[in-house]
């Protein structure tokens, strides 16, 4: 058995076509949508993600801007420079990015973003909206696995979906995702004190979140089953998945040894961006 590959360069491509098509109609109608991040300290590894997201809004049109702050940037300026930007109407999403450094409370800072201009989906309210059921702004990265094991016809309804990592960033909302009613996944989350991880051997579809290398091994999983590795490692300078190689010779799907889904949470972020410009241009802010 020869795994299909889970690669989404191709998807993440036609997403941001997607997204073009709608800046321009957004800037013909006289609306310019702008991007905003926010980056506290010097953080190599942000930087070159925050570099990406940057390089995405110049090629499909959208404005953006990268505000650098100092390190030791106090919790009060913080937030006061978060007030100041959900007030500005000229600017249609903002993003904080994460980590920040210790001294700073990130749940507080989150939780300052208007509900309405978080493109990351990280807000409380976001988040409660998708444990609900209704529309708003989902997380990137759940929304764009989501988004491709659906483009690649990978079954969910009634299957059985492990998730291995809890993080708020990833697991649990990707877990309440696909249980969803009209999705319909049989959703497992398991995590680092999980003290029975059989359930991997039994199940559909594998999604690692879990930052370890090489933690999903082809005697972990069933023959044909979907293994998705959304975990990256730094190992010798090279990007290491989740997945171990002799995965794919056992696997139906699986996402490559070099990590694939980065461009699919930029796609949505993006599209998530688009999304809050045109509601505010429908309110006429």
Known sequence: M????????????TRLREVAARVSELRRRGVQPHLTTVLVGAHP???????????????????????VLDAGTSQADLLDLIARL??????????????????????????AVDPAKDVDGFHPVNLGRLLWGSDGILPCTP?????????????????????????????????????????????????????????????????????????VTAGMIRPGAAVVGVGI???GGQMVSDIADDVAAKAGFVTPRHGSLG???????????????????????
């Open 143 to 215: 929304a764009g696995i989501l988004d491709l094991l659906q483009a690649r016809q990978v079954p969910l309804a009634g299957r059985k979906v492990v998730i291995l990592g809890r993080g708020s960033i990833v697991g649990r909302p990707l877990a309440m995702l696909l249980s969803r009613k009209g999705i319909d996944a049989d959703v497992c989350l398991l995590h680092s004190r999980s003290g029975d991880l059989s359930a991997i051997a039994s199940a559909d579809v594998v999604i690692s979140a879990v930052g370890i290398p090489d933690f």
């Open 45 to 67: 590894a942000s930087e070159a993600y925050l570099a990406r997201k940057h390089a995405d809004c110049e090629a499909v049109g959208i404005a953006s801007e990268a505000m």
């Open 263 to 285: 461009a699919m949470t930029r796609a949505h972020l993006l599209l998530n961006l688009v999304a809050a410009t045109e509601a505010a241009a429908r309110k006429g802010h």
């Open 233 to 235: 490692s730094h190992v």
């Open 2 to 13: 020869c795994a299909v590959s889970l690669d989404s360069a191709d998807l993440a491509a």
């Open 86 to 111: 959900n007030t500005d109407p000229a600017r249609h999403g903002l993003l904080v990015q994460l980590p920040l450094p210790d001294h700073l409370d990130s749940d507080a800072i989150v939780a």
